[in-house]
Nanobody, 115 residues
């Protein structure tokens, strides 16, 4: 079992920045991919960014060049630095961890981009 706890969401103006963090606990040695997904009202959950245990990263086209995912294996955390935020980035952001046997989700953290 893996437990994920997100933090760092909030309200920000367009063009602003936020940093999301996700702390993992439990059988963390089995995690090989961690990532962030988001779900806006009335829309399906979508991938934002992922990072493997070897630090390979993948980003949605909509966030490339603006968001950066990073992983601290010593602290068992994964972070998402979000710059140049847009109205359309408003969503609940979920941390995700994938193991050989299953995948796990955090409870989600709200990000609202509004003037």
């Amino acid at each position: 079992q893996v437990q994920l706890v997100e933090s760092g969401g909030g309200l920000v103006q367009p063009g602003g920045s936020l940093r999301l963090s996700c702390a993992a606990s439990g059988t963390i040695f089995s995690i090989y991919v961690m990532g962030w997904y988001r779900q806006a009202p009335g829309k399906q959950r979508e991938l934002v960014a992922t990072i493997t245990s070897g630090d390979s990263t993948k980003y949605a086209d909509s966030v490339k060049g603006r968001f950066t995912i990073s992983r601290d294996n010593a602290k068992n955390t994964v972070s998402l630095r979000m710059n140049s935020l847009k109205y359309e980035d408003t969503a609940v952001y979920y941390c995700n961890a994938v193991t050989v046997l299953s995948q796990y989700w955090g409870q989600g953290t709200q990000v609202t981009v509004s003037s």
